[in-house]
């Protein structure tokens, strides 16, 4: 009997989604007789019920394109925006899932679309994912489509900022996507040989910083390049935040949490601008000009790298591999050569981080790259 299959990509997009989605779907189709669904928008178009055919047609020409051809959305099943208040529509996607007569639902996805999709695996549905984000945060896998396209965008953007640097005598701070993992951070800054790396997991001290770059100019390097990724916090702040979460993790009832959550909307709005604090407090303590560049959104544009498009289609055909297995509840991780199936809890909630003694890490101090840690 022929399966019917249903695609969605939610969170934040990445370059790769739609060689993924082309991998799934042609596969699924050309090779396995399935009929497969596109759903708009993530989660939300389940609710709302809003899907599209994806025929051959569709899933042509879309290899190359960066985006999604679905759309996507950061809405959770289970609180999600609805008639102007959030509710869980966790029976409502249920609904719609039987509704369309789907066999599996494919969910494409970082961190949060991994949780989501398991909370929709524990009603019952036959649910399976692909890791992809820029930030390659998502646990038991080795990569994640979209982290080598954003890695050559900011590794080039260093590139460029070397040459004005080095002209005007100045530091260049920038500020690189990765709120809670510095993985592109620190792999832009190796590639681009930046001189000072801050990453979320390793808390920086600013003299220390500040003491790196006085070294390089008393060297005859008046110049330094500090790559720095959106959450890499100085010692004390990373202290208050890791206690805030550790308290939000801890929370005895709703109005605790409710309480801690406030706070640390607050500490992330006092934290906005912390790249250009940190290019001010940098100059004061180097007596050099510092400026400040934020790649931002750069780095998830446009067309994907041709490691992020065979990753993504390596994983997409795997994953209609399972599907015809009969094989949910899983995330199709890039293990080496291989693409296997990790079970959904062992990778929900968890995030892969940067541990301080990474190779990576460890390969950039031997260069003198700093850390802030010394
Ligand atoms: O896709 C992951 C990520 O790029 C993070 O690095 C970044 O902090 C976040 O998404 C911002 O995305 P948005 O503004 O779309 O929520």
Redesign the pocket.
Known sequence: MTKHIGILTA????PGLNAAIRGVGKAAQGYYDMQVIGIRDGFRGLVENRTTHLDGSMLSGILTRGGTILGTS?DKPHRMLFNGKKQDMTDVIVENYHANHLDALVCLG?GGTQKNALQLLEKGLNVITLPK???NDVAHTDTTF?FDTALGIATNAIDRLHSTAHSHHRIIVVEI???RAGW?ALGSGIAGGADVILVPEIPYDIEKVAEAIRGRAAGGKPFSIVAVA??ALPIGEAERFHALRERKLNASDKKERKEVKAELAMFESRHANHTVDLSRQLEELTGLESRVTILG?L??GGTPSAADRLLATRLGTACADLIHEGRFGVMVASRGELAEPVPLVDVAGYKKLVPPDHPWVISAKRLGTNFGDM
């Open positions: 969170g934040g997009d990445s950061r970082g984000t820029i930030d979209g996507m990765g709120h592109l959106e959450g959104y780095q998830r």
